[in-house]
């Protein structure tokens, strides 16, 4: 597609749950970030894919919180057990990622609005 | 280490008059630095970058940032003010080096809140 694509793009659930976002990225953009946004704060870094490397998984707050990438494609985040804390926006990032060509601009999706009541 | 430090949580602005976003850096190789913007309610849009060449870039909007090795800063900047441009700025750098391996990843400013007053 044209942009980054995220969805579900709001999502309501108990404590309880597990839920599943989904990110489509640019096509041919070799790394994706995931990052969580609570209300009115900054970017918190959760995990950074590059290519067939080895995912940095250093910002996923807890053994709750697991992604997926299949090669370049779409990417899955999955919050098992969701707790109130985790209510935030959840946005995702595409960029190039290609040493000599990348300038290093992310292209972000819309987010998915996670609400846990 | 890498980081980015953006020093003030807010910046209030009156409508016409020139307005700066600060922002500091440090990286290890060579500075690639970033402005991003979220308006309310919105993702994240991109609004200039520093890769080489002139220090001074300008970028989306009027904005514009002038790269300061010695300050190691990337100040954002807008002669004119607008009311439309109260939203929050990210500032980010990575290291572009091309052996930067997983320094590559960006760095984030904890961003700043912009209010321009009418």
């Known amino acids: 597609g044209a942009g980054v694509s995220q969805s579900p793009s709001n999502k309501v659930t108990e404590k309880g749950k597990d839920v599943e976002l989904r990110c489509d990225p640019i096509?041919?953009?070799?790394?994706l970030y995931w990052y969580r946004q609570r209300l009115g704060q900054g970017l918190e870094f959760l995990i950074y894919?590059?290519?067939?490397?080895?995912?940095?998984k250093s910002g996923l707050p807890s053994d709750r919180f697991s992604a997926e990438r299949t090669g370049e494609s779409v990417s899955t985040l999955t919050i098992q057990r969701t707790q109130q804390e985790d209510s935030a926006v959840y946005l995702c990032?595409?960029?190039?990622?290609?040493?000599?060509?990348?300038?290093?601009?992310?292209?972000f999706g819309e987010g998915s609005r996670l609400t846990v009541l | 280490a890498q980081s980015v430090a953006q020093p003030e949580d807010q910046v209030n602005v009156a409508e016409g008059n020139p307005l700066t976003v600060k922002c500091t850096y440090s990286?290890?190789?060579?500075?690639?630095l970033f402005w991003y913007v979220q308006y309310p309610n919105r993702g994240l849009q991109f609004l200039l970058k520093?890769?080489?060449?002139d220090n001074l870039v300008k970028g989306s909007y009027g904005f514009e940032a002038e790269f300061n090795k010695s300050q190691t800063s990337f100040h954002l900047k807008k002669p004119s003010a607008l009311v439309s441009d109260s939203a929050l700025y990210f500032c980010?750098?990575?290291?572009?080096?091309?052996?930067?391996?997983?320094?590559?990843?960006?760095?984030w400013g904890l961003g700043t809140s912009l209010a321009v007053n009418p």
């Open positions: 990032a595409s960029s190039l990622a290609d040493a000599r060509k990348d300038t290093g601009e992310l292209f």
């Open positions: 096509s041919g953009h070799t790394a």
């Open positions: 894919f590059q290519g067939n490397s080895a995912p940095d």
């Open positions: 990286v290890s190789g060579n500075p690639y």
């Open positions: 520093y890769i080489t060449g």
């Open positions: 980010a750098v990575r290291d572009g080096s091309v052996n930067a391996g997983n320094n590559r990843k960006l760095i």
